[in-house]
């Protein structure tokens, strides 16, 4: 496979590429990235080749802490009971 093609690279206007959607997947595959439009010009790749190319995002849970205003500590030892009654229980919620 051919990724760069030297030269000037064809740009499929969005009736052609709706037309000929097979031969721009094609195209995309064997010669590279593939460009839609005129106005506003798009780009057409292998989701293999997108995917190697791009970061994947940090789950949210490190980026959090990643990101924290510096001098924070965030209390993870804190008390997490609830302070609502529960009915019915033995603990509260009891009426006499």
Do not use: C, I
């Amino acid at each position: 496979m051919n990724r760069h093609r030297p030269g000037p690279r064809r740009v499929w206007t969005v009736a052609e590429a709706r037309a000929r959607l097979s031969e721009v997947l094609r195209l995309a595959e064997e010669e590279g990235p593939q460009l839609v439009g005129r106005r506003r010009t798009f780009v057409v790749v292998p989701a293999a080749e997108w995917y190697a190319k791009t970061q994947p995002r940090p789950p949210m849970g490190r980026w959090l802490l990643e990101n924290m205003p510096r001098g924070t500590n965030p209390d993870a030892s804190a008390d997490r009971r609830s302070r609502k009654e529960v009915p019915f229980s033995e603990e509260g919620g009891r009426r006499r």
